[in-house]
């Protein structure tokens, strides 16, 4: 079987699962639902007609989750929040799971803790390894990521836990995006250091002369969901905005009034860099000595992706050298940075503190996208966001399920 299959059946079935299909479908259809606006339309799997009407004895047998019995006494699920997560989707996960919040928690208590919940739901600051994984092994079977990058979440460990672990990838573009294009300004007019020396009684002018971001050449590196609305912000600025992106599609791009170009002709062109792929093995520290030779003398660098893209100790030496003249960071590669890094303390470095999705609407679109997408996947269903199991648009699933059923009276295999 392959691991999206396990995934998608059941890893831990047996009596000890009362978390049964037909109750939970019930519970699903409490869930005010209605609230949830556009991101009904992108969590479609999780929210189709599909999910909430009854289950049927024309509907597949086959697949879904913990099945014991339709009899069998109910249980909600028990869902660990371990990371704020806001009102609103905690409210949706209350309607069908009995949740606990437990911010702050250390690693040895996520640990000591895990085992007891069926899913658990973090942010960037909780580590979800290995480790945690198998302390999770027996109950836990998803992983909620509330927001979009995975890289704090052991995906192999997951997929052989059986466990399926979703996203939220689209609440918290915009705060994202907004936040690069904040940083880009400040930096470029240095208010963050003009307004640490006002209010250390110092009047500088002179000193904090910026620089005009109209008719520079913006290099977005990962022009996926947020890249792309940076690059609408940037071309509002009257930048000429060039893009990398090796997955990209060009028509996207043009769409936008931005050039698609080869990484090196965008890190060689550019007047500002800004930031925007996934941390992957394959972009770590992307951008380190070599690159930083190959840009512009008085790059102006934002990183509002992941610190691991940066190699940190280059990025301070292209500063010390004036080859990089300023840097703009939100992610580091340890969160929080040490008190005394160097990086974070560079007299040309603006600094956040992993502020990009940290915006009231984001915060709210973020709960209830991953509170429904992780119920979805509580009760079973191909879940939209999956990122560690394929995923299925809506009419493709329930081409799939009429399938299954064929199927399913002509042999009891399952096509999932
Ligand atoms: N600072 C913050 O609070 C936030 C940070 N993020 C970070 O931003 C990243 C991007 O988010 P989205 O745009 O929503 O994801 P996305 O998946 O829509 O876009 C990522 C893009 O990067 C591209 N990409 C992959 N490998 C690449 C490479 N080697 N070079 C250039 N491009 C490459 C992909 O093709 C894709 O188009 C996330 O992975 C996350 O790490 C996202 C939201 C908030
Ligand atoms: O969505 C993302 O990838 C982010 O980096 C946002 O992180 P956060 O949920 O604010 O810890």
């Known amino acids: 079987m392959s691991a999206s299959r396990a995934l998608l059946s059941s890893p831990h079935g047996g009596a000890s699962r009362t978390f049964t299909r037909a109750p939970t479908r019930l519970a699903a259809a409490s869930i005010p639902f209605a609230r949830c606006g556009a991101l009904r339309a992108r969590t479609a799997i999780l929210s189709s007609p599909a999910a909430t009407v009854p289950v049927t004895s024309s509907e597949p047998k086959r697949r879904i989750s913990r099945s014991v019995s339709d009899s069998a006494p109910l249980a909600k699920p028990a869902v660990l929040v371990a990371e704020k997560l806001g009102e609103a989707g905690l409210d949706v996960l209350r309607q069908f799971a009995d949740v606990e919040c437990a911010y702050g928690m250390s690693p040895a208590e996520l640990l000591a803790k895990v085992a007891q919940f069926d899913a658990l739901i973090v942010r960037s600051g909780t580590k979800v390894t290995r480790e945690v994984l198998e302390a999770g092994r027996g109950r836990l079977r998803v992983v909620g990521r509330a927001g979009v990058g995975i890289d704090n979440v052991d995906l192999q460990a997951a997929t052989e836990a059986g466990c399926l672990v979703v996203n939220a990838p689209t609440a918290n573009t915009v705060a994202a995006a907004e936040h690069g294009i904040a940083l880009l300004a400040c930096m470029a007019r240095n208010v963050s250091q003009a307004d640490a020396a006002l209010k250390a009684g110092k009047w500088q002018r002179a000193k904090y002369v910026g620089v005009s971001l109209v008719g520079k050449t913006l290099a977005i590196m990962g022009f996926g969901k947020v890249g792309s609305e940076v690059a609408r912000r940037a071309k509002g600025l009257g930048m000429h905005v060039i893009a990398h992106d090796p997955y990209a599609p060009a028509d996207k791009a043009r769409a936008i009034g931005a050039e698609l170009v080869s990484f090196e002709e965008a890190i060689a062109k550019a007047d500002f860099i800004s930031l925007h792929m996934p941390l992957t093995p394959a972009t770590s520290k992307v951008f380190n000595d070599e690159s930083f030779g190959k840009m512009k003398t008085g790059v102006r660098i934002i990183n509002v992706a992941r610190?691991?893209?940066?190699?940190?100790?280059?990025?301070?030496?292209?500063?010390?050298?004036?080859?990089?003249?300023?840097?703009?960071?939100?992610?580091?590669?340890?969160?929080?940075?040490?008190?005394?890094?160097?990086?974070?303390?560079?007299?040309?470095?603006?600094?956040?503190p992993h502020l990009g999705a940290s915006t009231v609407e984001a915060q709210e679109g973020v709960a209830i996208e991953i509170a429904e997408a992780v119920g979805g996947a509580l009760r079973g269903e191909l879940a939209a966001t999956a990122v560690n199991a394929p995923m299925v648009p809506a009419e493709v699933r329930t081409k799939l399920l009429e399938m299954s059923v064929i199927d399913c009276d002509y042999g009891g295999k399952s096509f999932f």
């Not at 004036?322 to 840097?327: N, S, T």
């Open 307 to 352: 610190g691991g893209v940066i190699d940190e100790d280059a990025l301070v030496r292209a500063l010390d050298s004036g080859k990089v003249a300023q840097a703009a960071l939100d992610v580091f590669t340890v969160e929080p940075p040490a008190k005394d890094s160097k990086l974070v303390l560079h007299e040309n470095v603006t600094v956040t």
